[in-house]
């Protein structure tokens, strides 16, 4: 079993559209929660980082994170084609140095 | 205000060649860390350096591959020998401080090897 899982994809939504992005996880040993969005060719690029149980917004980006259920989510309202990227989940230990990553989700915004 | 710098972009070898990938930290940054990228997984963690010192190799296959964090210049991740199971996309990231909010890894654009 893989310690971070996410849903491949590809989704497609149009453009205004909400879109809902999510992560599960085995280990409870994570306390860092992060979002990463690739676009094709490029390394990925830092969207949200959270550390807690809860909700974090950052103009049309939510994260949300629910320890508990140990399971994170990352909502985008109005989505614009300049969304169409992959969005990686990672989250790492407390005092660790490494991220695990989910494999990421391809999301294509149709104008 | 430059980023995490890698280069060479893209990198082709045959068989049994030398790989080295070569990776600038963020300017005040004294933490490295290298992942790689199979086509269609994740990234995985292969090794975490500060300047001079190998803290956690645990990602890193126990052959053939090698990285350092010399006192002056980049980060060097070496493959001896490649093969083409070595064709991935290699990304470095480098960090302000190792734990809490500040421990926030920023990537570079990677670099793209083809094993021929």
């Known amino acids: 079993q893989k310690e971070v899982e996410q849903d491949p994809g590809p989704l497609s939504v149009p453009e205004g559209a909400i879109v809902s992005l999510n992560c599960t996880y085995s280990?409870?040993?994570?306390?860092?929660f992060m979002w990463y969005r690739q676009y094709s060719r490029k390394g990925p690029e830092l969207l949200m980082y959270t550390y807690s149980s809860g909700n974090k917004e950052d103009g049309r980006f939510t994260a949300q994170v629910d320890k508990s259920s140990k399971y994170i989510s990352l909502f985008i309202r109005d989505s614009q084609p300049s969304d169409s990227a992959t969005y990686l989940c990672?989250?790492?230990?407390?005092?660790?140095?490494?991220?695990?990553f989910g494999t990421g989700t391809r999301l294509t915004v149709i104008p | 205000n430059a980023g995490v710098m890698q280069n060479p972009r893209h990198l082709v070898r045959r068989r049994g060649q030398e790989a080295r990938l070569r990776c600038s930290p963020v300017k005040g940054h004294s933490h490295v860390y290298w992942y790689r990228q199979l086509p269609e997984e994740g990234l995985k963690f292969m090794v975490y350096?500060?300047?001079?010192?190998?803290?956690?190799e645990s990602g890193m296959p126990k052959e053939r591959f090698s990285a350092e964090f010399p006192k002056e210049g980049p980060s060097i991740l070496r493959i001896q020998q490649v093969v083409r199971g070595d064709s991935a996309a290699y990304f470095c990231a480098s960090s302000l401080t190792l734990t809490g909010p500040q421990n926030i890894q920023y990537f570079g654009a990677g670099t793209r090897l083809s094993v021929l």
């Open positions: 280990n409870s040993a994570f306390q860092y």
């Open positions: 990672a989250m790492s230990k407390s005092g660790a140095n490494n991220l695990f």
């Open positions: 350096l500060q300047k001079e010192n190998i803290i956690d």
